[in-house]
């Protein structure tokens, strides 16, 4: 069964960290794409960040500079370090996976909320 499991997120203050995980399970993690997105009420579901096969690396302007996406593919997980956190940023954030070389699959998780206020 395919599993993709985010945590990490938390109410916290302007201009603090967070570390967001993604565990995954039931495909091949390795040869996947996998992304985080994010989703604040009334308004539509947005690419935070992506990293490939690879390790390549991709951004929304809004966090570039901010936040970092990594994987350890022994670990099976996705990681999302969130620094400088602005209010802005407040939204539930959605793990991602696609397979590297072709439209073979593409699954979510549930999500992890994100509150970023004083």
């Known amino acids: 069964q395919v599993q993709l499991v985010e945590s990490g997120g938390d109410y916290v203050e302007p201009g603090g960290s967070l570390r967001l995980s993604c565990a995954a399970s039931?495909?091949?993690?390795?040869?996947?794409?996998m992304g985080w997105y994010r989703q604040a009420p009334g308004k539509e579901r947005e690419l935070v960040a992506t990293i490939n096969a690879g390790g390549g690396t991709s951004y929304a302007d809004s966090v570039k500079g901010r936040f970092t996406i990594s994987r350890d593919n022994a670990k099976n997980t996705v990681y999302l370090q969130m620094n400088s956190l602005k209010s802005e940023d407040t939204a539930r954030y959605y793990c991602n996976a696609r397979y590297t070389f072709g439209p073979r699959y593409d699954y979510w998780g549930q999500g992890t909320q994100v509150t970023v206020s004083s």
């Open positions: 039931g495909f091949i993690f390795s040869l996947s794409a």
